[in-house]
T-cell receptor
C-alpha cells in the first residue's frame, strides 16, 4: 500500500538556520508528492508539489526534489524565519483522489 | 483567491449526540473530501464524493458517518451518534477534478470535541 514516513519532531532551530525535514514514501507506480503546512490554529495549506521524478517544487524559499531512486521528497529551506514555525506534512497521491499524509513534523524557529 | 470555508470552527457535543459539520467548497469544484486529524496525530482520509455519490472511503468511515450535498453549495459530514474517539479536527477539501495531479484545497477545519 501507500505510506509516507517523516522525520520525528519537534525540530527547533534558530532564525536563519538551514532546515531539512526528511520524507520518504512507499507507493506503487508514480505518485505525485506534496508538502502541506499547518500554521497554529489554521488549516492545511499547500506549500509545494512535484508530479514526476526529478521535479523540484519550490515556494516561499522552501524546496523539495522528487527522488525516485531513494523514494524521497525532503523539504529544505536555506534560512528559516520565526514565521515558518508550523507543522509540516509530507503527502502523496497515487492515481486516486485522496491524499496519504505523513505524521507531520513540528518546526519551532526561535528568534 | 477562492477558499473552502467550514462551519462551525469549534463544536462541542455530548457523547451519543448527532453532529453535522458544514463545508462550502470552492464554487467550480466538483470533487469533495473529508479528512480528520486527531490531536497530535496525522491527517487521515475519510471519504471522497463526486456527482452526488461516495467515490472512495476509508475504513474509518463506518455506518456512523454520512455525507451529503444538500444544495448547490454545501457539503456536509454527519456523525450519527458521536463517540469520545470522534474528537478531532475535521478538514473539508475540494478539487476541480479528481484523479491525477489536481490540487485539493483544504478548509480551516472544524474542531469537534465530544464530552
Amino acid at each position: 500500500g501507500n505510506s509516507v514516513t517523516q522525520m520525528e519532531g519537534p525540530v527547533t532551530l534558530s532564525e536563519e538556520a538551514f532546515l531539512t525535514i526528511n520524507c520518504t514514501y512507499t507507493a506503487t507506480g508514480y505518485p505525485s508528492l506534496f508538502w502541506y503546512v499547518q500554521y497554529p490554529g489554521e488549516g492545511l495549506q499547500l506549500l509545494l508539489k512535484a508530479t514526476k521524478a526529478d521535479d523540484k517544487g519550490s515556494n516561499k524559499g522552501f524546496e523539495a526534489t522528487y527522488r525516485k531512486e531513494t523514494t524521497s521528497f525532503h523539504l529544505e529551506k536555506g534560512s528559516v524565519q520565526v514565521s515558518d514555525s508550523a507543522v509540516y506534512f509530507c503527502a502523496l497521491r497515487n492515481g486516486g483522489q485522496n491524499f496519504v499524509f505523513g505524521p507531520g513534523t513540528r518546526l519551532s524557529v526561535l528568534p | 483567491e477562492p477558499e473552502v470555508t467550514q462551519t462551525p470552527s469549534h463544536q462541542v457535543t455530548q457523547m451519543g449526540q448527532e453532529v453535522i459539520l458544514r463545508c462550502v467548497p470552492i464554487s467550480n469544484h466538483l470533487y469533495f473530501y473529508w479528512y480528520r486529524q486527531i490531536l497530535g496525530q496525522k491527517v487521515e482520509f475519510l471519504v471522497s464524493f463526486y456527482n452526488n455519490e461516495i467515490s472512495e472511503k476509508s475504513e474509518i468511515f463506518d455506518d456512523q458517518f454520512s455525507v451529503e450535498r444538500p444544495d448547490g453549495s454545501n457539503f456536509t459530514l454527519k456523525i450519527r451518534s458521536t463517540k469520545l474517539e470522534d474528537s478531532a479536527m475535521y478538514f473539508c477539501a475540494s478539487s476541480e477534478r479528481g484523479r491525477g495531479q489536481n490540487t485539493q484545497y483544504f478548509g480551516p477545519g472544524t474542531r469537534l470535541t465530544v464530552l
